[in-house]
């Protein structure tokens, strides 16, 4: 996506990301760029950019391409038969096509984005016709191995991506590519990949604790999306949380937001017990933002509120009077709230009236570590 368009999206301005879109010469990659807008910004005005770009398209292999960018986008929509009409399109267009080489390249060009769509068993399907394509052609033309390392890492990137044990099959096919052409390292490195995998699928929680005693911080986070469901979001607030007490405050926000968003919109989300726990952690080493956010989904009202009491006064022993009974005010258990509220008017021993431990005495918040 061109660098214009990324920082206008990540700025919310829709119509900078647009105009700068709109900017780019290659339809190709203004139908990538609008597509990302239209993820951000589902709106009726992008989607008719997009079908103006498409029809400015006439060579075949980019034509089928565009087509399925456009099924992309309309899943986007929730427009499913649309977008499969349009992914059926692509692959009649690319299957027309001469070469065997630029077919096989143009498949996987569909199959990256029917990854993208979530479509994983048609994109597999798609990306092994491609392979066998190219590898039959390998004989006849050097671009063909070309070809096929291109396409072999657009495999193992779409692999990276995927969030459940269909991976492996993606590992598996990339690996077999690499074997094909002698990247003998490559060929490796995916096949210790797809051991580890297997052995997080088989223990779970305790293969990702390994890693990270072993310093190995981004694969643990890598093989985090192969925890079953029930247990992944809590599994990733307690890595966010090792991350933040070994002074990993970006990463460690990173696997937090991602934590969230598995909340927010999966079917599984932790127990209050859980949150509590791992909300109460954060408190002891002088991190409130975090114990803020759990508790506000936390589904009991009265946990959540002795929740809610022990960060307003985290607040307050950090010097924050306005936040701490701003929040004190928002506590619902009526109780609750009048204790802490009482507690804050106090203000000196606003901690040890609560019971609850003094966080660390750094000059930053989170500068004394906790033993565990």
């Known amino acids: 996506?061109?660098?214009?368009?990324?920082?206008?999206?990540s700025k919310g301005d829709y119509k900078g990301a647009l105009r700068s879109a709109l900017g780019i010469d290659n339809p190709i990659k203004r139908l990538v760029a609008l597509t990302e807008i239209l993820t951000a910004f589902p709106r009726d005005e992008v989607l008719a950019n997009m079908l103006d770009t498409l029809e400015s398209i006439s060579?075949?292999?980019?034509?089928?391409?565009?087509?399925?960018?456009?099924?992309?986008?309309?899943y986007t929509l929730d427009r499913d038969r649309d977008a499969e009409a349009y992914f059926e399109k692509a692959i009649e267009l690319a299957n027309s096509i001469d070469s065997p080489r630029i077919r096989g390249e143009a498949l996987a060009g569909i199959a990256r984005n029917l990854v993208l769509s979530d479509r994983y068993k048609d994109a597999l399907r798609l990306f092994r016709e491609a392979v066998e394509l190219l590898q039959a052609s390998r004989g006849l033309s050097s671009a063909a191995t070309s070809s096929l390392i291109r396409i072999a890492r657009l495999i193992e990137k779409s692999a990276d991506e995927i969030p459940n044990q269909i991976a492996i099959e993606f590992y598996e096919l990339a690996r077999d590519v690499y074997t094909s052409i002698f990247f003998k390292l490559q060929a490796k490195h995916l096949e210790d990949k797809i051991?580890?995998?297997?052995?997080?699928?088989?223990?779970?929680?305790a293969a990702v604790e390994e890693l990270l005693e072993k310093g190995e911080v981004e694969l643990a986070i890598e093989m985090m999306r192969f925890l079953p469901l029930e247990s992944r979001a809590i599994s990733m607030l307690e890595l966010a949380y090792w991350l933040f007490l070994h002074e990993q405050p970006r990463l460690g926000r990173r696997v937090f937001d991602d934590a969230f968003e598995i909340i927010f919109v999966g079917k599984f989300?932790?127990?209050?017990?859980?949150?509590?726990?791992?909300a109460r952690r954060f408190l002891r080493i002088g991190f409130?933002?975090?114990?803020?956010?759990?508790?506000?989904?936390?589904r009991d009202d009265k946990?959540?509120?002795?929740?809610?009491?022990?960060?307003?006064?985290?607040?307050?022993?950090?010097?924050?009077k306005a936040k701490a009974r701003s929040i004190a005010e928002g506590i619902r258990d009526e109780s609750v709230k009048n204790r802490v509220l009482k507690a804050l008017e106090g203000e000196e021993d606003v901690g040890h009236e609560q019971g609850l431990p003094l966080t660390g005495g750094g000059e930053e918040r989170g500068a004394v570590p906790e033993d565990d």
């Open 1 to 9: 996506m061109a660098e214009g368009v990324e920082r206008y999206l």
């Open 59 to 74: 060579a075949t292999p980019e034509r089928a391409l565009a087509y399925s960018l456009l099924g992309r986008a309309l």
């Open 195 to 205: 051991e580890l995998i297997r052995d997080v699928l088989k223990r779970g929680k």
């Open 269 to 278: 989300r932790p127990t209050d017990v859980e949150l509590e726990r791992i």
């Open 288 to 298: 409130l933002e975090e114990p803020l956010i759990i508790a506000g989904v936390v």
């Open 303 to 320: 946990k959540a509120s002795e929740l809610l009491g022990e960060i307003a006064l985290s607040y307050a022993r950090w010097g924050d």
